[in-house]
């Protein structure tokens, strides 16, 4: 047997439902909750939490997050990363659906939801505060996090790796004008150090270790070893880090929930809504030109999820950390997990659609 098809073998026997992928919406579940109420037995730890922050960005979630990636990123073949930058569809659809389509329908359902469906129930401020939280959001592309939601969902995560990269790199130049353009405020700072934070936490960091964990562990163990004792633990602890991710979060935002349930709903109804339909437009697009689930799930996950650190940065500072604006990109972080967690759940129902001639 050659080395392809070893390794191709050993890769879909390492990644079929285990325990903790199985009953992962329970796992979910329970984590949420006691996350929620470690904030309300300990309601301190928020402010300790608050402490450990650089440039918006929460260093004990950030230290999860890159034990969530890292797992993922050893198991990436990096001869499949140059094939992936050398396919242009994927990254051009992923491009497409982040720049000029996603911005503009999370500004119309923002209005909708807000003005129109439950105009009566805010004040006018409320209403320009949450849409401004909500836009701001919609124009951040996708966290690195995503190549977590792609390996749940069984797609080509080295494809993702090379679209979040790209996708990173695109906000730099593209953030700040849309923002000004949808907001109608001039001066928005982007925030650069956030941005090279996020993506040195997230990508570089875990995609060096990867790379040399699994160059190192292949010279001196063999892929045999590779696959079947090094990667199977690792799998564990980037769902372990997910789930720890989870407590940390909803201790740290989770009482929002509970202080004001109607107004995070409403929020929730439109971020939902445009993720929904953002994740919908590219996967169809994407059977239409061809592309293979591997390929089209990530492209559709990547489309539907939020940089929510660069979303929270820009509204404290453009309005306070105690804006509207500001709580609305919060319960963009509230909701991101679970909502992404239901599209993995979606993508992996509707695989067969790919399937069919």
């Not at 390996?151 to 790796?161: D, K, P, S």
Request: hydrophobic share 55%; proline share 5%.
């Amino acid at each position: 047997m050659n080395r392809n098809s070893y390794e191709v073998r050993t890769m879909t026997e390492e990644r079929k439902l285990g325990l903790w992928e199985k009953y992962l919406t329970l796992w979910v579940a329970l984590c949420i909750i006691c996350g929620i109420l470690l904030g309300r037995v300990f309601p301190q730890i928020s402010q300790i939490l608050a402490e450990f922050e650089i440039a918006q960005v929460s260093l004990p979630i950030a230290i999860c997050l890159f034990f969530m990636i890292y797992p993922i990123m050893v198991q990436i073949d990096f001869q499949e990363v140059k094939k992936a930058a050398r396919s242009p569809k994927p990254v051009a659809l992923t491009l497409f659906m982040n720049w000029a389509v996603k911005p503009f329908t999370m500004a119309f359902f923002a209005w909708f939801f807000l003005s129109v469906v439950f105009g009566q129930f805010l004040t006018p401020d409320q209403i320009q505060q949450y849409r401004a939280g909500m836009i701001l959001l919609g124009v951040a592309p996708c966290t690195a996090m995503v190549l977590m939601w792609s390996y749940l969902a069984r797609g080509n995560v080295a494809h993702t790796l090379v679209m979040t990269a790209i996708n990173s790199l695109s906000m730099v130049v593209l953030y700040a004008p849309l923002a000004t353009f949808l907001l109608g405020i001039s001066g928005i700072v982007v925030p650069w150090a956030t941005i090279a934070l996020t993506v040195t936490i997230y990508i570089v960091t875990p995609l060096i270790a990867g790379y040399y964990t699994r160059k190192l562990a292949i010279e001196r163990k063999g892929l045999e070893w590779f696959q079947r004792r090094l990667v199977p633990p690792l799998g564990k602890v980037a769902i372990a880090a997910l789930l720890i991710t989870l407590v940390v979060l909803f201790s740290y935002q989770g009482h929002l929930l509970l202080a004001i349930p109607a107004i995070i709903g409403m929020i929730t109804l439109g971020i939902f809504t445009n993720i929904l339909i953002i994740f919908a437009i590219p996967y169809v697009i994407a059977k239409k030109i061809h592309l293979g689930y591997e390929d089209a799930a990530p492209v559709a996950i990547i489309a539907g999820s939020n940089h929510f650190e660069v979303a929270v940065a820009v509204a404290i500072t453009l309005f306070g950390v105690k804006s509207g604006a500001a709580l609305a990109t919060v319960v963009g972080v509230l909701t991101e997990v679970p909502l992404m967690l239901f599209l993995v759940w979606l993508c992996k129902r509707t695989k067969g659609y790919f399937d069919q001639p």
